[in-house]
Structure formats: C-alpha cells, structure tokens
C-alpha cells in the first residue's frame, strides 16, 4: 500500500547541490542592504585588507573567510562609534558609560577573531614568467 502512495504522489523538484546564496557566493554583501552604503564600504574595504593581510583571496580558507567577516563587522560598528564619540567630545558632551562599554566589548571580540586568523602577516606568493608558464602548463595538463 506504501509503494501506492508513493507511486501516485507528484513528482518533487530535484534538490539543486550548487543552489547558493549571493551572499554565500561573494557577489552580494548582504541580503537586504544597499552595498554603497558607508557601513557596507567599510565592511567591504576591511574584508579586502584582511584578505591582502593573509596573502590574498584566494589563499584564504572558508574558515578564514568567515572570520574575516565578522572581523569586517565589528571594525564597521567600532568607527561609527568612534565618529559618535568624536561628535559628542566636539559639541562639549562625554560618552555615555554604556557605549564606552559596547565600544570595549566589540574591540575584545575583534581583537579575539583576530588572534584566530593570525596577526602575522602572510607574503603574497610571487611567480617570475618561467613560473607562471610552468604552472599554465601544468593546468592546461590536468584540465585535458
């Protein structure tokens, strides 16, 4: 009787294994937001630098990558809490307690991802031509 219910169910569509989020696959920084916003620059700019910092993107492992965004994130929320406790210092005011505290927690939490992707900076690999060639070579073999 199950192999009925089964054999007159509709079909279902075949899972897809290369379906992806823009946002998984890099071409989207964030799902609901402008990517020309200021915040989103910053976190864009500070990815990139973290990149070139670990020897560029495509030395970077999935791991890394996902750190390096919430890396991004905080160094995003830690200038515009600095902008604020500029603005605030220039029209005579202090900052609060609270956002002194939020700005030190966030600074901690970055300074932690950080240790985990490494502080030490990592050389970008540089090839000469006859490299560069060899390694053509070689792909051109294995893609064959």
């Not at 030395?59 to 406790?85: K, M, Y």
Request: aromatic residues 4%; charged residues 30%.
């Amino acid at each position: 009787m199950r192999q009925n219910v089964l054999a007159n169910s509709p079909p279902t569509a075949p899972y897809k294994a290369e379906a992806t989020s823009k946002v998984g696959t890099g071409k989207k920084l964030l799902p609901s937001v402008n990517g020309s916003t200021i915040w989103a620059r910053l976190m864009r700019d500070t990815m990139r630098r973290i990149f070139a910092h670990l020897g560029g993107e495509e030395n970077v492992s999935e791991p890394q990558r996902l750190l390096a965004r919430r890396v991004a994130t905080f160094e995003s929320e830690l200038i515009f809490l600095e902008d604020e406790f500029a603005r605030q210092r220039s029209e005579g005011d202090q900052p609060s307690v609270s956002l002194l505290d939020l700005y030190s927690r966030i600074a901690s939490a970055q300074r932690r991802h950080l240790e985990a992707i490494g502080l030490q900076r990592v050389p970008r690999e540089e090839l000469g031509i006859v490299e560069i060639m060899a390694r053509v070579a070689r792909e051109k073999v294995e893609a064959a």
